[in-house]
């Protein structure tokens, strides 16, 4: 029990010094994007680690969260909070709708699928500019609770960090759970994972819903978080950066998830001198990760050290 | 209205040649190693965009042309050596993955090299229109419908009447029973990445009149020649042009008689609907797995 949560432990104690460490309001800016990240990404690993499915178009589903957050306060005059839980409704409902039919189909198919949602969410987005301020984009209003606004960086790294937090010890529970034992066995083999009683449709479709409301809701905190929003948070580019996230990470890890996030949010940071070599420095890695470390960072390195598996 | 449908319609069947070509470059990839490449539409771009900085940089047409199309087939056969021929036989979304690695490094080096604008290519044989019924066709139409028509027919005459196309024909039918009889599966590797990445660039070279082209081109040409090709059924070459130009037709009336601005998201609406009620395209065959 204690080891099952090890990890846990160790993000909480980072977590709560890093505060204490960080020099300036730049780092604090990067601590909290890489929180936002890491925990989309722990969700689409659900998804793609877990369950063997891939999805090209997550980024749509943040972008419905994050244009949720911004419109229907701005435009309709809703509360931020309902707001927020009206994007995730949509994203999830959204992700229900096409997952069914979609599920029936694997592999390059699935691949197409996502991506067309993603795209047309995006086409959306940059269209509808009487609402969303097309490409362009909109300001959004700050998040308010109970009367409070939280608009300091401060107030988003501590609710960032719960939601981080929360979002990890669900994950491992959720994993050793039997229906996290039945997303490994899907992906192992799906008609194994049949034969045994496994309702392989209804797992996937489950597990793609509750990745699209993961993203969606930490969209609308991004949309909060940095007071503005563009259609550019929904394209194809930003789908493949979480994607490389997942990769890059581990596969199935959830540390692999929390690693792959903080690294490639640093990364664009340390290469802004280098305009443009960025694209392709995104390219190498993916590259070189996936013929010398097809497992991902963390998977590869617990088996080289002999250390606890997850 | 007759002239307005057929205007639709011509430029519907100039860009559907190109998703044509491109889904071509799909189908012959899947059939010969079964990775679906991502990196199809950058070849598209590289071809339009080394054309037009060898013709800037002076080169007469008849050399700057063919120049356009070699290196990205040879693009192509370093793509397939460095980073698919090492992981044989990985998991798809394993092999998806490299091949969006590999289309990142192809497009951030290009937006380094060449920069972020937009170029384009004077028409082959003059901007002087043809009138059809009303409705007015660009010489250079006519190049991209007759080249992308000769390249099929030579495909089909290379798969079907050729020795090297008969074996990787033979690859993608049983790869195992290929190699008994003696074929190199991995030259057919080569030479599917090779042919593919030429024929997009060909492709690319063709529409850059029309359309211009950027470093970020190729996302969009990709992206709906998948389409295109899953459209068809992936793997059939017949259901890739059939796909392909289905595609451009479709995309052209959309944009002509619903909304322009949503042209580019008509493709993908498309393929949802083709997958929810024909998940295996318009061409595919059914195919069991096996346990």
């Not at chain 1, 979480?242 to 940071?269: D, E, K, R």
């Not at chain 2, 036989?89 to 972020?116: D, F, N």
């Amino acid at each position: 029990m204690i080891r099952r949560y090890l990890g846990l432990y160790v993000v909480a104690v980072i977590i709560a010094v890093l505060p204490f460490l960080i020099p300036n309001g730049f780092y604090l800016d990067l601590a909290i994007r890489m929180g936002i990240n890491a925990v989309i990404v722990l969700g689409l690993n659900l998804l793609i680690g877990f369950a063997g499915q891939i999805s090209m178009g997550h980024a749509g589903f943040i972008g419905i969260g994050a244009f949720a957050s911004a419109v229907l306060p701005t435009h309709f005059g809703w509360h931020p909070f309902v707001a927020l839980v009206a994007g995730a409704v949509l994203a999830g409902s959204l992700a229900a709708l096409v997952a069914r039919p979609i599920f029936r189909l694997k592999g390059h198919y699935l691949a197409m699928a996502t991506l067309g949602l993603g795209i047309i969410v995006n086409i959306v987005l940059r269209n509808e500019a009487k609402y969303t301020g097309g490409p362009d984009g909109m300001p959004v209003p700050p998040f308010t609770l109970f009367g409070f606004a939280i608009d300091s960086d401060k107030h988003w790294y501590w609710i960032v960090s719960v939601i981080l937090m929360v979002s990890v010890w669900a994950s491992i529970n959720l994993m050793n759970s039997p229906f996290g034992r039945a997303l490994r066995g899907l992906h192992g083999s799906e008609v194994a994972a049949q034969v045994v009683g496994v309702n392989v449709t209804r797992y996937k479709v489950a597990i793609f819903v509750m990745s699209a409301v993961f993203a969606s809701l930490m969209g609308s905190v991004t949309a909060h978080y940095v007071g503005f929003v563009s259609p550019s948070l929904a394209d194809f580019g930003h789908s493949i950066e979480l994607i490389t996230m997942v990769v890059v990470g581990g596969m199935a890890s959830v540390f692999g998830s929390l690693v792959g996030a903080v690294l490639l949010t640093a990364l664009p940071q340390a290469l802004a001198t280098f305009e443009g070599w960025e694209t392709v420095a995104f390219g190498v890695i993916l590259i070189l990760c996936m013929i010398f470390m097809p497992k991902g960072l963390v998977p590869t390195l617990a088996a080289r050290f002999g250390g606890r598996r997850e | 209205m007759l002239a307005q449908l057929l205007q639709y319609l011509f430029s519907g069947l100039t860009i559907g040649a190109t998703y044509a070509l491109a889904a071509l470059g799909f189908t012959i990839i899947y059939n010969a190693s079964g990775v679906i490449n991502f990196a199809q539409g950058e070849f598209i771009m590289l071809g339009g965009m080394l054309a037009v900085y060898f013709t800037d940089a002076g080169l007469p047409m008849a050399v700057a042309l063919p120049l356009a199309v070699l290196i990205p087939s040879l693009a192509g056969l370093l793509m397939a050596r460095l980073t698919i021929e090492p992981i044989k036989g990985a998991e798809t979304i394993t092999l998806i993955i490299v091949t969006i690695g590999v289309s990142l490094v192809i497009r951030g080096a290009i937006q380094v090299w060449l920069g972020k604008g937009s170029h384009g290519l004077p028409a082959f044989s003059g901007d002087i229109p043809i009138r059809i019924l009303g409705a007015t066709l660009m010489p250079q139409s006519l190049w991209v419908l007759g080249v992308s028509a000769l390249l099929v027919l030579g495909l089909w005459y290379f798969f079907n009447r050729t020795l090297s196309g008969k074996a990787m024909l033979a690859t993608s039918f049983n790869r195992g029973a290929a190699e008994l009889v003696g074929i190199n599966t991995g030259r057919v590797l080569f030479i599917s990445f090779a042919m593919s990445a030429g024929i997009g660039a060909l492709g690319g070279i063709l529409v850059t009149p029309i359309t211009l082209t950027s470093f970020d081109a190729g996302v969009m040409f990709g992206l709906k020649g998948f389409v295109g090709a899953v459209v068809g059924g992936l793997g059939s070459g017949l259901g890739a042009v059939v796909g392909g130009l289905l595609v451009g037709v479709i995309e052209a009336f959309g944009a002509g008689f619903l909304s322009s601005s949503y042209k580019d998201a008509i493709p993908f609406i498309l393929i949802l609907f083709i997958l929810f009620f024909m998940p295996r395209g318009l061409f595919g065959v059914k195919v069991t797995d096996r346990v």
